[in-house]
């Protein structure tokens, strides 16, 4: 347990950076698409070495322990959001740097957010509220890990977790990953800003 909220904020963005230093975020995407419907049929995990799921989704727990840090410890007072606006009120993806990090497989079409709504791209801290208000942390660590042991299992997820129920639950993880890649991008962007601007300010 942390003493202050520094400390979580700290503990939140490091594990958000862990994650996508991991992994890209086209692969976490389409990992927990594939560890999702291996939960859902009738038989095992058939992909390379079977520890993967396991591995993946304690990775996924720890970005869980990071948004409910952040819904807790930073988004009361919404501190240092980078929030962005639009005319139009729709998402401007010939900006690139809103979306699209620096990584070896960063493009616009791998980085691109294709379960964030509109106000969830301009301010993803409202998809982490609302994963957070869904469920308990314990609750979706607790499901993670259930994901993972049923994706290795010839039993299906079904019976546990039914279809309807499934589907929030496939909806609130993709839109997690996606919301915490846009603010590692976008807090990334904001500090390389930052630097030139007092670079600029030195050389004057």
């Known amino acids: 347990m942390f003493i202050s909220r520094d400390k979580d904020l700290q503990y939140a963005w490091h594990s958000i950076h862990d994650f996508f230093d991991a992994y890209h975020l086209s692969f976490a995407v389409e990992e927990t698409e594939r560890i999702i419907k291996a939960a859902a049929r009738h038989r095992s995990w058939n992909l390379d070495y079977p520890y993967r799921p396991i591995h993946f989704m304690e990775h996924v727990q720890e970005l869980v322990t990071a948004a409910c840090c ?6 009361t007072g919404k501190e240092g959001t980078v929030t962005l606006t639009s005319p139009t009120g729709e998402p401007d993806l010939l900006i690139k740097s809103d979306f699209v990090s620096s990584g070896r497989y960063s493009n616009v079409w791998n980085n691109m957010p294709r379960h964030l709504t509109a106000p969830q791209y301009f301010q993803p801290w409202k998809a982490i509220k609302k994963f957070t208000t869904y469920a308990t942390e314990a609750e979706w660590k607790a ?3 259930d994901l993972a042991e049923y994706a290795l299992s010839n039993i299906s997820i079904d019976e546990e ?8 639950i496939r909806l609130h993880l993709l839109r997690l990953i996606e919301a915490c890649h846009l603010l590692e991008v976008r807090s990334n962007t904001a500090k390389t800003r930052s630097q030139t601007k007092i670079k600029t300010q030195k050389k004057k």
């Open 70 to 75: 952040i819904a807790k410890s930073y988004l």
């Open 143 to 145: 499901t993670c890990k």
């Open 161 to 168: 977790y039914p279809c309807y129920k499934l589907l929030p």
